[in-house]
């Protein structure tokens, strides 16, 4: 049994930052692209970073240069270190993984991704 549990999210001023955390836990291997996802209320699910068993990196537009995907010192644990928080961050946040070692260009579909935390809220005011 897979699963994935999220966690560090919370309530934080504009400017802030945060640390979301995701234990990956049950996995044989760690052939997985790993990717997060956010999604307001109203909005469609919105991949915004992703890491592959490679280490390539990617980032969408809307969070490059202010937030970061790290893996911990297992495979098994990813990081979303979030700095220069905005109104427009708040979200419900998500880690997914996909059975792929590369994320390739649909990193930010969320449909590529077979497994799905529970969510983790971060609230920016």
């Known amino acids: 049994h897979v699963q994935l549990v999220e966690s560090g999210g919370g309530s934080v001023q504009a400017g802030g930052s945060l640390r979301l955390s995701c234990v990956a836990d049950?996995?044989?291997?760690?052939?997985?692209?790993l990717g997060w996802f956010r999604q307001a209320p109203g909005n469609e699910r919105e991949g915004i970073a992703a890491?592959?068993?490679?280490?390539?990196?990617s980032y969408a537009d809307s969070v490059k240069g202010r937030f970061t995907i790290s893996l911990g010192d297992t495979w098994n644990i990813l990081y979303l270190q979030m700095n220069s928080l905005k109104l427009e961050d708040t979200a419900m946040y998500y880690c997914a993984a996909q059975r792929s070692q590369y994320c390739g260009n649909g990193w930010k579909h969320a449909d590529e991704y077979r497994d799905w935390g529970q969510g983790t809220q971060v609230t920016v005011s």
């Open positions: 049950g996995y044989s291997d760690r052939a997985y692209c």
């Open positions: 890491v592959d068993d490679y280490g390539a990196i």
